[in-house]
């Protein structure tokens, strides 16, 4: 298998505060570093306003993650960020897809 990259965009409580996200940032993101992968940039936008109610939010803090991974590894990227509460909304898309 080869690696391939990725966009990640993650959407966190909004409760959490900056350093708050950037731990949960890291955190999952190390996931990537520890597999042999590789992240290119993290883009930290902050609380925005959701398009719609997700979970009886209104807002969120967004972030964007460009990075470069095995498929499998991306794979468990999603999964762990489902199963964290803290988490509202995940989207994985292959950058160099087709």
Do not use: C
Not at 4 to 27: N, S, V, W
Not at 35 to 43: P, R, W
Request: no cysteine.
């Amino acid at each position: 298998m080869s690696a391939h990259k990725y966009e990640l965009m993650f959407i966190a409580d909004p409760e959490l505060d900056e350093r708050g996200l950037k731990k949960l940032t890291e955190q999952y993101l190390e996931l990537v570093t520890k597999e042999g992968g590789s992240v290119e940039n993290t883009d930290i936008w902050g609380r925005r306003k959701l398009a719609y109610e997700i979970a009886g939010k209104t807002e969120g803090n967004y972030v964007v993650v460009n990075y470069t991974a095995e498929p499998d590894t991306s794979a468990e990227l999603d999964r762990v960020l489902n199963l964290n509460e803290s988490v509202i909304r995940t989207k994985i898309l292959r950058k160099d897809a087709k």
